[in-house]
């Protein structure tokens, strides 16, 4: 025992008969993001039609537009749920972008600016 590694679950010194967890995490963080992104999704399409006699035509535009965008990183997420042995080079450096990130921060960046516009008229 003098020179054993302490035993860790999952770690270095994991005992072999141990369960491991292969993919819960990367699972988990794909339903996040498809969350997120029906959550924008939704939030968008409330505020246009909550907001449409303040902001016009230009802020269904915009807010149309935070509704693609996110529908499309949910398209996304779900094409990641693909076995790996589909995926092709494409997808993961799709994954690896950070376009999804960028396209739903500028989604809820664009209904942010349309609110705050139409409150201040």
């Given at each position: ?5 302490p035993s860790r679950p999952g770690?270095f ?8 967890d292969?993919?819960?995490?990367a ?6 993001w498809?969350r997120?992104s ?9 505020l ?14 915009v807010?149309?537009a ?8 949910f398209?996304?997420?779900r094409?990641r749920?693909r076995?790996?042995?589909?995926r092709?080079?494409?997808?993961v ?5 950070g376009?999804?990130?960028?396209f739903?921060s ?7 600016a349309i609110?705050?516009?139409g409150?201040?008229r």
């Amino acid at each position: 025992m003098s020179g054993d590694p302490p035993s860790r679950p999952g770690g270095f010194g994991r005992p072999p008969s141990a369960p491991v967890d292969r993919g819960a995490a990367a699972e988990r963080t794909e339903l996040a993001w498809q969350r997120t992104s029906l959550s924008v999704a939704t939030a968008a399409a409330v505020l246009a039609r909550l907001s449409f006699d303040r902001t016009g035509v230009a802020g269904v535009v915009v807010l149309a537009a935070a509704s693609v965008l996110s529908l499309w990183v949910f398209a996304a997420s779900r094409r990641r749920r693909r076995p790996i042995e589909s995926r092709t080079t494409d997808d993961v450096a799709e994954r690896q972008s950070g376009r999804a990130t960028a396209f739903l921060s500028v989604a809820i960046i664009a209904m942010t600016a349309i609110e705050l516009g139409g409150m201040l008229r």
